[in-house]
């Protein structure tokens, strides 16, 4: 099982919440711009995009949420335990310094 740094989660959740406006954005505009007299199938496939709108707004106002509750209690954490969380960082950055030097 791969293991990813809380930093990758948080730039892939950031990139998924940016690429969510984007679809609700362009969704939003293709709903506005939409022709008056549609045909009964046209009609249907407005709505199913409205509704896939709808639900990108919530998909996107959960992840927030998440990330959110997230950055809460790791700021948390780190106040309840600063000198460990100091240890911690200083350890992998003498880690990831020595692996980096070695190429």
């Known amino acids: 099982m ?8 948080e730039q892939s959740t950031e990139k998924l ?3 969510l406006k984007a679809v609700v954005r362009d969704g939003e505009a ?3 711009a939409g022709v008056l007299n549609l045909s009964e199938r ?3 496939a407005r709505e199913r995009l409205a509704a896939a709108v709808e639900t990108a707004k919530e ?3 959960k992840l927030q949420q998440r990330a959110v509750a997230g950055a809460q209690a790791t700021d948390r954490i ?7 969380s ?3 960082a200083f350890g992998i950055g003498l880690l990831i310094g ?4 070695r190429k």
């Open 30 to 32: 293709l709903l506005k």
């Open 86 to 88: 100091i240890g911690i």
């Open 17 to 19: 919440l940016q690429d």
């Open 59 to 61: 998909t996107q106002r």
């Open 2 to 9: 791969e293991t990813r740094s809380s930093e990758e989660i």
């Open 98 to 101: 020595v692996l980096v030097s």
């Open 42 to 44: 046209g009609r249907a």
């Open 78 to 84: 780190i106040r309840e335990h600063p000198y460990q």
